[in-house]
Structures are given as C-alpha cells and as structure tokens.
C-alpha cells in the first residue's frame, strides 16, 4: 500500500497538531507520517515543526504531501478545536476597541490546571484565552434573530407597575415597524 493511500490515525495526534506530513518515500529520513504544528510551503520545498518535539522539519515537496487536520464541527461547549474558525470575544482589557472578532485556534495548552486554546486573528494578533472566550461562528439567521431581539427590547412600553407589552412590540416589528432616528 503506497503512503498516499495510508489513513492518518488522527487520534494518535498530538493536540496541537493541525497537519499531517505524509512520506511519499517510506524511509530513516522521512518516516511515513509526521504531526505538525504549523509549515509553510515554497517552491519545492515544505518547512513545517514537529507536533511531537517541536524540531524544524525540511524535505522536497516530492518526499512529502501536506494533509491538514479534519475539524470536527465545534457546538460552544469546550475548547474549540485545533483549526476550527469561530469568534473570541475580544472585548476586554487586552483588546478593548473589539467586540467578537474572528479566530482560528492554532493549538491547546495548560497552565496551572486550567485549559485553553491558543489562536491567531485574521487581522494579525494573537493570544490564549479560556473556553467562556470563544464561540462559533453565528449563522445569517442567528444574527437576524439577534438583531430582532435587540429592536423589539427597543421598542418595549413600559407600563407604570414595570411589565412591558412584549407581544405589541413583537408584532410591531414583524409588520415592518422600524424607529427611525431624525
């Protein structure tokens, strides 16, 4: 059976692995499959580290091929993946000029007991932060929900012992109902 066709055991991947180098040539110098944390390829050459040991790896793109880790689909709960794309919510001390940004987690760690993803934003930063930090990517019908959630909460009367007239505001709203701002 060739390289190419060998199944990659994710499961023996170390968690911060986000490829896989597959030998085409099984050999001392290129074992059949190599777990990376990150590489790079240019010309014919692919540099990449070690998932394992963290050593600088380097062949010809004819020795190997790059397979990049399969991403689970990620519910919220827990860290995100390694590889998944989901937002951070970046409106804190560190970042204080952002709300939820989009990030793509780049591998897992522990400090002191506690769990937490590391990741690199698509505008250039990066950072580590804990599972309550994270969730994924809000679907078009999610944020129109929101966005309704929002205008209806707006639009709420309060009466004079503090109930609203929700059920007034939520059929104003699907009618068309927009305040408009002078």
């Not at 707006?154 to 939520?170: F, I, K, P, V, Y």
């Amino acid at each position: 059976m060739s390289n190419q066709m060998k199944e990659i055991d994710w499961r023996e991947a170390p968690g911060c692995a986000v490829a896989a180098l597959v030998a085409t040539t099984d050999n001392v110098h290129y074992p059949s499959v190599e777990f990376v944390t990150g590489y790079h390829a240019y010309g014919c050459m692919i540099r990449a580290t070690s998932a394992v040991d963290g050593r600088s790896l380097s062949a010809p793109s004819d020795c190997w091929f790059l397979v990049d880790r399969p991403v689970s689909p990620w519910t919220g709960d827990d860290l995100p993946p390694v590889g998944t794309v989901c937002e951070f919510k970046a409106g804190h001390s560190q970042f204080p000029e952002l709300s939820w940004t989009e990030v793509r987690i780049v591998s897992h760690d522990s400090q002191g007991g506690r769990d937490f993803a590391v990741f690199a934003s698509m505008s250039g930063y990066g950072g580590c932060c804990n599972p309550a930090d994270f969730r994924p990517i809000r679907t078009p019908e999610q944020i129109a929900a929101e966005e309704r959630e929002s205008h209806i909460n707006g639009m709420l009367c309060h009466d004079a012992l503090g109930g609203t007239r929700r059920g007034l505001a939520e059929a104003l709203y699907d009618a068309g109902y927009r305040k408009v701002t002078p």
